[in-house]
């Protein structure tokens, strides 16, 4: 058996390699095409990474500064995550609370050391040197999984600033009106003198000295009330707070006023539209605040008439008791000074009943305001913050 060799033509030969040389060529060209690319490529990515080293360089120095900004805050700064643990802390913020606080639960840390005031957004605690710091407390979102930020801004100072004004100017109002109030402790004072004088005539009756024993009495305890009104005024702010609920004060209030409403023949109306309020208080100051409101609309109710005493919520959650008579009420020019002291439209008036329901509601948190129609009543109404439970 002999192989067959097939030959090939010289034409055939001559195609191949021109077959070849084409494939080569387009070959080479794809190469160097794809070699430039690669060139271009690789000096974008170079341009690329100059920019994010740049960037990051830039981002490097802000954090740096922000740092450096955050260390040197005089406000306390606490980064809570969105477990309530915090996280970070400044230097003013450890100063305040302690160096330990990184992975504590912030709400434990709040109760444990923080307590509110009746101011709101106003926080105090006591240091280890036994002093009282009070704070301004802010919380601000940090992200959408929970996270917060919380500003703790220490304005002890001018609070306490602030608290030595309000005496200047209690003390300065006292030394203003010393002539009228000289006066109003004279007259009740001879007048018991005069009543007493009259007990050692010889022969009196029996139902004459009683007589004068009841008047000298009535004058001297008018003489106490004042004293003692003058000395809540001086002191301004309320004592010592505790949990008040509204119930208890109301019933309190009802039960105190029930003697002289009887007396008088009007009808006291208590409504409570906020049952559920807890209040922060002193109890017997706003208790006292508020009997003066009763009983200043008592004496304006004529018999039959019918003082409201009212209790509901703002829309803030605020509290807002209200007292109003049907009264004869007061006009512009007695509403813009009603509040000052020693100004009294009664005869037997002091002029600090109303100066001392002012101080006691805003050494509270809250306000004051009055409203009248002259021949149809007046309403007093106190908003005042809740405790919130």
Same mark, same amino acid.
């Given at each position: ?122 926080? /105090? &605690?006591? !240091?280890?040197? $036994?002093?009282?710091? =009070?704070?301004? @407390?802010?919380?601000?979102? +940090?992200? *959408? ?30 030394? /203003? &009106?010393? !002539?009228?109030? $000289?006066?109003?402790? =004279?007259?009740? @004072?001879?007048?018991?003198? +005069?009543? *007493? ?48 609920? +509204? ?50 609309? +008592? ?91």
């Amino acid at each position: 058996m002999s192989d067959t060799v097939k030959h090939v033509s010289p034409q055939e030969l001559e195609q191949a390699f021109s077959l070849f040389n084409e494939a080569s060529a387009q070959l080479t060209g794809a190469y160097h095409e794809l070699q430039g690319q690669v060139e271009r490529l690789t000096g974008e990515l170079a341009v690329a990474n100059g920019e994010l080293r740049r960037q990051y360089l830039e981002k490097e120095a802000l954090s740096q500064r922000l740092a450096m900004l955050l260390a040197a805050l005089p406000a306390g700064v606490v980064v809570v995550d969105g477990a309530g643990r915090i996280s970070e802390t400044n230097a003013a913020a450890q100063r305040l609370l302690g160096d330990d606080l990184v992975g504590q639960d912030w709400d434990k840390v709040l109760v444990h050391d923080l307590r509110r005031t009746a101011t709101p957004h106003e926080w /105090e &605690m006591t !240091a280890a040197d $036994a002093s009282l710091h =009070r704070f301004n @407390l802010s919380v601000n979102p +940090l992200d *959408t999984l929970g996270g917060r930020i919380v500003l703790l801004h220490d304005v002890t100072e001018a609070y306490l600033m602030e608290q030595e004004l309000q005496r200047h100017q209690r003390l300065s109002a006292m030394g /203003e &009106m010393a !002539a009228g109030l $000289a006066h109003q402790l =004279r007259t009740p @004072l001879a007048t018991a003198l +005069l009543y *007493t004088a009259n007990l050692s005539k010889p022969g009196l009756a029996e139902t004459d000295r009683m007589r004068f024993a009841d008047k000298a009495v009535a004058r001297l305890r008018h003489l106490e009330c004042l004293i003692q009104d003058m000395l809540s005024f001086v002191k301004g702010q309320a004592g010592a707070r505790a949990i008040l609920p +509204l119930t208890e004060l109301l019933a309190e209030l009802t039960q105190i006023m029930e003697p002289q409403v009887l007396e008088r023949g009007v009808t006291l109306m208590v409504e409570d539209l906020y049952p559920a309020c807890v209040l922060r208080a002193d109890r017997k100051a706003l208790t006292g605040a508020l009997l003066n409101l009763l009983e200043n609309a +008592l004496q304006a109710s004529d018999a039959g008439g019918r003082v409201v005493l009212r209790a509901r919520r703002l829309e803030d959650g605020v509290l807002q008791l209200s007292v109003s008579d049907a009264g004869c009420g007061f006009d512009a020019a007695v509403s813009e000074r009603l509040f000052e002291p020693f100004f009294t439209t009664r005869i037997e008036g002091t002029g600090l009943g109303l100066a001392i329901v002012r101080n006691v509601v805003e050494a509270h948190g809250g306000g004051v305001e009055a409203r009248s129609t002259p021949g149809e009543g007046s309403e007093f109404v106190l908003n005042l913050p809740v405790e919130k439970i």
